[in-house]
């Protein structure tokens, strides 16, 4: 099935009440992964790359691989560009086949946002690409921040509504909570779903986005840390809340960090246990095998996208 957009698999997620993973990629392993797990559950599923992630593949590579993913399979997939830093880089993965692009202004003012949203929003629907636009701030395990200065990082329901309908964005992420990486939370993981409410509320036709979405699955911290990491103390979303987000109105869930987590653990246990290996099959194999089984069960048994297409 050749590439889509994420319109129909939005509008479906929406009236149905779940979300659609959006997977990172940066290689073959995490793609094959992916495409494998989603065919199985038979569910739309987004690849998404990163600046860094065309930069290290080189978008040549990444687009041919996707598309040869899109030849073994039926099931709708979008390729997306994740937090398109600039115009250029939105327009570079427009005319190389991307069907939906990210343009991150969250780090500008709300007028400045809207300005280079807009641009983007004219070229991508000029040319058939859907744009995710985000606004709000997701606090960094370095934020120190207090109660009003937390306050003020929350997407403002008000302001979401404003900037959807000037700039004319397809979807939009929102800050609630979560955060990149694997320190999400100090304490206990808590998400702000009183503001997703409001949001919803005001643009209940807005496909919503959640980023910083990973479990951070302590059986994987765990495993990398018992095999030489050095990550404790990590901390992510867990599984009730991130279902709980798909049915009360998350239509895109981001996920990068429990994949990377995946294929680290896996690498590592190898490398630890078997020394005399340096086929990196005998490595990389296990590791797709790890990615693929996390993917498959976030798709079944958290975001609930398995038998819809
Ligand atoms: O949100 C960021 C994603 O995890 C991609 O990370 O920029 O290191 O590729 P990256
Ligand atoms: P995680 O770091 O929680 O996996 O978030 C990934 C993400 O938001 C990609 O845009
Ligand atoms: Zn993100």
């Known amino acids: 099935m050749p590439l889509v957009t994420t319109k129909e698999m939005f509008k479906k997620a929406m009236e149905g009440h779940y979300a659609i993973g959006a997977f990172n990629v940066n290689n073959m392993e995490i793609i094959q992964a992916i ?3 989603a065919d ?4 739309p599923v987004i690849l998404q790359a990163s600046s860094g992630a065309i930069k290290y593949a080189r978008i040549n590579y990444l687009m041919k691989m996707i598309e040869a993913a899109t030849q073994e399979t039926n099931i709708p997939i979008a390729v997306h560009l994740d937090h398109g830093p600039d115009f250029e880089t939105c327009r570079m993965c427009i005319d190389s086949g991307f069907t939906s692009v990210m343009i991150d202004g969250s780090k500008y003012d709300f007028e400045e946002n ?3 949203t807009k641009k983007v929003v004219e070229y991508a629907h000029k040319h058939g690409v859907v744009v995710e636009a ?5 606090a960094g395990i370095e934020d120190d921040v207090n109660v009003s200065q937390e306050e003020a990082m929350y997407t403002d329901p008000e ?3 404003e900037f959807v309908e000037r700039t004319g964005c397809d ?3 929102i800050a609630i909570g979560t955060s990149h990486g694997a320190y999400k939370f100090k304490g206990d993981a808590k998400l702000r779903f009183d503001i997703l409410e409001r949001i919803k509320k005001l643009i209940p036709n807005t496909p919503i986005v959640l980023h910083g979405a990973s479990t951070v699955i302590p059986e994987l911290v765990d495993m990398c840390n018992k095999y030489g990491a050095n990550i404790p103390g990590a901390k992510g979303v867990p599984d009730e809340m991130l279902h709980q987000a798909s049915i009360k109105g998350v239509s895109k869930i981001n996920v990068d960090t429990d994949l990377r987590l995946a294929m680290t653990s896996q690498i590592r246990k190898v490398f630890s246990e078997e020394p005399e290996v340096f086929d990196p099959r005998k490595y990389l194999t296990p590791a797709k095998e790890e990615i693929k089984k996390v993917v498959q069960h976030k798709i079944k048994n958290v975001f609930a996208s398995s038998g819809r297409i």
Do not use: R, T
């Open 171 to 173: 979807s939009l992420a």
């Open 35 to 37: 495409v494998d797990a």
């Open 134 to 138: 985000e606004l709000g701030k997701l």
């Open 114 to 116: 809207i300005a280079i």
């Open 40 to 43: 199985e559950e038979k569910s």
């Open 159 to 161: 302001q979401a509504k």
